[in-house]
């Protein structure tokens, strides 16, 4: 079935630090990709999201570009802040008809 | 900009009593759904609702949990007989198709 891989936290990164958070997939079809944050003790944000190959999402510095030949969605910010401190999800949209999220683990960061 | 309502926003229940938690899905929206977060694990999908029936249930979604619509605005989650196991927060979506807007969860302690 439909799943997606995030690398394992926590990533610690001093301010103005570059982040990378991996994210992989593996789909059937074309899904939509999105990455969201969630900061403490509160609900889901959406952050950006893609809905095709080559696409690139992107919103308060972090980009993310889907790749279909690496099956992946890594998430980047070229320097950090500490207000950036919280957990990030990678999502994707099954290609089903109900529209489904499938969400990794999380990554939280702490700068 | 709608907004996905879910109350309440925290509720405390003892083990064994019936809970129900409420949404008020963006009224143009045609999809609706359930997702659980248990503390600091990932988001998972239990069920999703089109054309006033289950379209889509998870493993996690057994005889314990119901959804209803009652009056074509709200959305329920009922679980029956709740166990120490269910206390997480309980996300609420509605989607007019691939894009969700979430609520902002309801956190349940089960006690």
């Known amino acids: 079935g439909d799943s997606v891989t995030q690398m394992e936290g926590p990533v610690t990164l001093s301010e103005e630090a570059f982040l990378t958070i991996n994210c992989t997939y593996t789909a059937t079809g074309y899904p939509s990709l999105f990455w969201y944050v969630q900061y403490p003790g509160e609900g889901l944000q959406l952050l950006l999201k893609a809905t095709k190959a080559d696409d690139k999402g992107s919103n308060k510095g972090f980009e993310a570009t889907y790749r279909k030949e690496t099956t992946s969605f890594h998430l980047e910010k070229g320097s950090v802040q500490v207000s950036d401190s919280a957990v990030y999800f990678c999502a994707l949209s099954t290609t089903s008809g109900t529209y489904k999220y499938i969400f990794g683990t999380g990554t939280r960061l702490k700068v | 900009e709608p907004e996905v309502t879910q109350t309440p926003s925290h509720q405390v229940t003892q083990m064994g009593q019936e809970v129900i938690l409420r949404c008020v899905p963006i009224s143009n929206h045609l999809y609706f759904y359930w997702y659980r977060q248990i503390l600091g694990q990932k988001v998972e999908f239990l069920v999703s609702?089109?054309?006033?029936?289950?379209?889509?249930k998870s493993e996690i979604f057994d005889d314990q949990f119901s959804v209803e619509r009652p009056d074509g605005s709200n959305f329920t989650l009922k679980i029956r007989s709740t166990k120490l196991e269910d206390s997480a927060m309980y996300f609420c979506a509605s989607s007019a198709g691939v894009y969700y807007t979430f609520g902002s969860g309801t956190r349940l302690t089960v006690v």
């Open positions: 609702f089109y054309n006033n029936e289950i379209s889509e």
